[in-house]
């Protein structure tokens, strides 16, 4: 090459750098602007991406989701401690739902871990859920030793920024009772099931039963497994439970009470205060509601009124109550015409009146009516009949109900939710109720009575609320819990227990005997 045209070339490579290198310096700040701007913000993009291949069970979209936000993330300044532990964690999810657990899933959260600890410190709130997530994995894995470590470091960590009383550390603690338990330690798992189930119990609002039903099945399930299974008894509860008839009770299933429909109620009961048109659309309601079952809302569960009745027509319940007692009159009017005053048709005419008179609570009208009939069937029948057995029967239910309706006794089914502890909502179900009454009758058998008496409080509340105060499962736990104080030296409490459970059942003989009425 000649000389000019090398140093022409040159001098063109020179300008041409120069010219670069002005570009580039003059560009930069602008260019670094963008480049940075996904590295920064841009990371959540394929995160919320990762989430929702997850919840479709795309799971290698999502592991390449998540990879793409965890090396964004990394690689920005502005990623923080937390941004970086949640996608290690997210990812290390993904990679347990496709069994990679040694080499993929143990590194991950333990590097998120070790994130939030350089950041944090080792006692910080923030590593609590990628300990809890790593032992569970652990659980799941068999490998109880070391999830009990994680367990109960998280378990400390909850305890001294929480405290004692929070269902989180309520939750953990019972996850760390539960890994005892397969440990071999089950007198120490019982003691934090207990501890867990107190503090649950405490709380005025659970975000749902599942995590008190989880305790009382994982409680129960230990009591049930162990060596000692205490004295072979029998449960009153258990007992109501084999007769089938759990289907006829109302399940609140810890639902509150409908505002409109208390308004219904009151209305209903007092229509003379209601509008012509007012009385129109309560009487459809009432006609509707009469008709049908209740429907269940969109949680599956069931309103209830308060009043713990449908939405009947008063006024036509007592047009129908009159009409009974008319019948029941013509037939013995009618039955002493023909058959004479001592036959049997007349008695069994006079206990069914008698019968509607106590379905409406009315004793003093029903009481000189049994007690002719029982004369009448004395004479006609052995002491060993069935009608002489059935009417002696009613009228001790009366003699019963009219002395604690006497001045200075007032009624024990009234009072006896009051002396009750409150439960949460969500434990005021049906499935629930069962649980707490086992759990306790458990506790009761193995001899462990102050368990036994602290649950049954709470068994009995449950079921009260589920099935209802006067409802012949709460009765039957009443009974239960009764034994339990009386073992105890709680004797007043005991029979006081007692009388409301007996009450209640001389109530329900009652209402069972209008229900065969025509």
Not at 87 to 111: G, I, N, T
Not at 117 to 142: F, H, I, M, T
Not at 281 to 300: E, K, M, R, W
Not at 481 to 486: G, H, P
Request: aromatic share 6%; proline share 4%; net charge neutral.
């Amino acid at each position: 090459m000649r000389p000019e045209t090398l140093n022409s070339t040159k001098s063109i490579v020179a300008l041409t750098s120069s010219l670069v290198m002005s570009l580039t310096v003059t560009m930069t700040p602008v260019a670094m602007a963008k480049e940075k701007q996904p590295a920064n913000s841009d990371w959540r993009t394929p995160y919320v991406e990762g989430e929702r291949k997850l919840k479709t069970q795309e799971l290698e979209a999502a592991e390449a989701a998540f990879s793409e936000a965890l090396r964004k993330v990394k690689s920005s300044k502005k990623g923080s401690a937390d941004d970086v532990a949640l996608c290690y964690q997210s990812l290390a999810s993904v990679h347990y739902m496709r069994d990679r657990f040694y080499e993929q899933v143990l590194p991950l959260y333990k590097r998120a871990i070790s994130t939030l600890e350089n950041a944090y410190g080792k006692e910080s709130p923030k590593l609590v859920p990628p300990l809890v997530a790593l032992a569970g994995v652990r659980e799941d894995e068999g490998d109880n030793k070391s999830a009990s470590k994680l367990l109960t470091r998280a378990v400390a960590i909850v305890e001294k920024a929480d405290g004692k009383s929070s269902l989180t550390y309520a939750d953990y603690l019972h996850r760390l009772g539960r890994v005892n338990f397969r440990l071999g330690f089950p007198r120490k798992a019982e003691d934090m099931y207990l501890a867990s189930l107190l503090v649950v119990m405490q709380q005025k609002v659970l975000p749902s039963s599942e995590i008190l039903e989880q305790h009382l099945a994982d409680y129960i399930d230990l009591l049930s497994k162990a060596e000692d299974r205490g004295k072979s008894l029998t449960s009153a509860f258990q007992k109501e439970l084999l007769k089938d008839s759990v289907a006829s009770f109302d399940r609140a299933q810890g639902v509150a009470a409908s505002t409109f429909n208390k308004e219904v109620s009151v209305r209903l009961a007092n229509p003379e205060t209601n509008t012509f048109e007012e009385t129109r659309i309560f009487g459809d309601l009432a006609n509707t509601s009469a008709n049908a079952d209740v429907s269940p809302d969109q949680s599956g569960t069931s309103s209830a009124i308060v009043t713990g009745r449908r939405m009947t027509d008063f006024a036509a319940m007592e047009q129908i109550n009159k009409q009974r007692v008319d019948f029941y009159e013509r037939m013995i009017s009618t039955d002493i015409l023909s058959l004479g005053p001592e036959h049997p048709s007349v008695a069994r005419d006079l206990s069914g009146l008698a019968s509607l008179y106590l379905s409406q609570r009315k004793f003093a009208e029903a009481k000189p009516l049994l007690q002719k009939a029982l004369a009448i069937y004395e004479k006609s029948y052995t002491p060993e009949s069935s009608m002489i057995k059935k009417t002696q029967a009613l009228l001790e239910l009366v003699e019963d109900e009219q002395n604690l309706q006497s001045p200075g006794n007032t009624s024990v089914i009234a009072d006896y939710v009051s002396s009750l502890p409150s439960v949460p909502l969500a434990a005021q179900k049906l499935e629930v109720a069962l649980r707490l009454n086992y759990l306790a009758f458990l506790c009761y058998c193995q001899g462990k009575l102050g368990n036994a008496e602290k649950i049954y409080a709470w068994a009995v509340a449950s079921t009260a609320k589920a099935a209802g105060e006067q409802s012949l499962l709460a009765a039957s736990s009443l009974f239960d819990f009764s034994r339990v104080l009386r073992s105890t030296g709680r004797q007043t409490d005991a029979e006081t227990m007692d009388n409301t459970a007996r009450a209640i059942l001389r109530r329900s003989i009652s209402q069972s005997a209008a229900k065969s009425l025509p």
